[in-house]
């Protein structure tokens, strides 16, 4: 069982930045493949990113791809997604998600997930 605790989102205005944390319960934290996803009202929850246990692999959608950075503490239990250069498109409640291992960009594939944080970016 995880259990996932997300933090670090806000208001911030066109071009700004942000960092999302999410902390994770139990003792196999480092086993797991950890993920970001996000939600825009009316629309479906889509994937933004994912790293591997080790942190030795990661995986961006292409709307974020060089300007977000997933990274992971195991030690601290922890995963961050800086999120860079923001837009009005980044609006959404990003939801921090755990699994086994990275099986794909589905939510429906993922096990585990936090309650959510809310992100703003206004222009």
């Known amino acids: 069982q995880v259990q996932l605790v997300e933090s670090g989102g806000g208001l911030v205005q066109v071009g700004g930045s942000l960092r999302l944390s999410c902390a994770a319960s139990?003792?196999?934290?480092?086993?797991?493949?950890m993920g970001w996803f996000r939600q825009a009202p009316g629309k479906e929850r889509e994937f933004v990113a994912a790293i591997a246990w080790s942190g030795g692999r990661t995986y961006y959608a292409d709307s974020v791809q060089g300007r977000f950075t997933i990274s992971r503490d195991n030690a601290k239990n922890t995963v961050h997604l800086q999120m860079n250069t923001l837009k009005p498109e980044d609006t959404a409640v990003y939801y921090c998600?755990?699994?086994?291992?990275?099986?794909?960009?589905?939510?429906?594939?993922?096990?585990?997930w936090g309650q959510g944080t809310q992100v703003t970016v206004s222009s």
């Open positions: 139990g003792r196999t934290f480092s086993r797991y493949a």
């Open positions: 998600a755990a699994d086994s291992s990275y099986t794909g960009r589905s939510p429906a594939v993922w096990r585990y």
